[in-house]
């Protein structure tokens, strides 16, 4: 079963911009989480979407924003980009609610200069 | 505001010896999880724990619960250098909407282990 695919692996940004990451969950997962992870703040949750809705928020500016399609891939979208949103994305992706594992993906490292 | 405290942050030790990291909660919650993260790669899961006086093992780790004092323990021993990486406990936050719970994180073990 392949596991949590995320792309690009890589971006670089300038403050100002925005950028879309992209998850896909693995098969048949219908649940999908975003974290931020920076070397300052650690590991932090963002949001968490489930079925087309979001189920859970983080303590995120109204900057950073998601969406989930029926097929369950995950977009997460970051606008007016600040350095300090230089971070590596994590997608995770579970069964729902009462599933007990989040799967990781590989994470997309965003640079802003 | 549920806070994760790991200590110790950083432990460097020798092969073959054993060792263990904590893990303090602040307020109740019915999942502890342990990742391990390898530089520049994503999180790994190592073990779930869902129930007071829970112990999971996986070769040289092994890991407890005590939900009554919120602590968890990730116990190693004989360590080989293969183990060494970051290594974070992560308590699940229950959703009142019954959706997947987001994870709060400690600020991870940075673990090298010496030949």
């Known amino acids: 079963k392949a596991g949590v695919t995320q792309t690009p692996r890589y971006l670089i940004k300038t403050r100002g911009q925005q950028v879309t990451l992209s998850c896909s969950p693995i098969s048949g997962h219908r649940s999908v989480s975003w974290y931020q992870q920076t070397p300052g703040q650690g590991l932090q949750f963002l949001f968490e979407y489930f079925s087309e809705t979001q189920r859970n928020k983080g303590n995120f500016p109204g900057r950073f924003s998601g969406r989930q399609f029926s097929n369950s891939r995950s977009e997460m979208n970051v606008s007016t980009l600040e350095l300090g949103d230089s971070a590596l994305y994590l997608c995770?992706?579970?069964?729902?609610?009462?599933?007990?594992?989040?799967?990781f993906g590989p994470g997309t490292r965003l640079t802003v200069l | 505001e549920l806070k994760v405290e790991q200590n110790p942050l950083f432990l460097s030790m020798q092969e073959g010896k054993n060792y263990t990291i904590y893990c303090n909660y602040s307020?109740?919650?019915?999942?502890l999880y342990w990742y391990r993260q390898d530089p520049g790669k994503s999180l790994e899961s190592l073990f779930v724990l869902l129930s007071n006086g829970a112990v999971k093992q996986e070769g040289r780790l092994m890991a407890s619960l005590d939900t009554k004092a919120r602590l968890s323990t990730l116990h190693i021993t004989a360590a080989v250098h293969d183990l060494s990486a970051t290594y974070f406990c992560a308590v699940a936050r229950r959703n009142s909407g019954g959706g997947a719970d987001g994870l709060t994180f400690g600020k991870g073990t940075h673990l090298i282990i010496q030949p």
């Open positions: 307020t109740t919650s019915d999942r």
């Open positions: 995770a992706s579970s069964g729902g609610p009462g599933s007990i594992t989040q799967y």
